[in-house]
């Protein structure tokens, strides 16, 4: 039986081993750009909806806009890597006494929740869901963008 071996050339088997050390950086990287993409689109539309057509007064605090970010890479159940853009917990106002206790009136996860969706005499204004959908074409080329441009660093 006759037998061929192919040698690659030494570059390209040092940049294929720099770029498997290297995968969980650049996959760091790429998502984080991603969600800094949505979460852009996000706020601008959390801007433009707190405070607008409102039944009762406004009592906006700022503290929903200062809580919305993107979480670090993390995995999911199947192994693989994603960013979340969402609200860090808990809130540092609202608080109320009970006896000798006291909770949290509500939660940043709440009041978005309120907010993208209405309540009782209230319509809904969305944010997260326009910022997912306005946002897609621009997360994903900016992703593409920097994967590129970190595999051909390597």
Known sequence: M???KVDFPDDFSNRITRLGEQTDRIIEKTLEAGGGVVLGAARSNLSASIG?????KNRS???LMASLGVSPVDHDNDGNPNVRVGFNEPRRVQTAARGKRS???A???MIANVLEYGRHGEKGKPFMKPAKIASRRRCEAVMKEVL???MGAI
Request: hydrophobic share 25%; glycine share 4%.
């Open 103 to 105: 909770y949290y009136v």
């Open 52 to 56: 607008k057509n409102l039944k009762y």
């Open 107 to 109: 939660t940043n996860a």
């Open 2 to 4: 006759a037998s061929i």
């Open 148 to 150: 590129e441009r970190e």
């Open 61 to 63: 605090t700022g503290e």
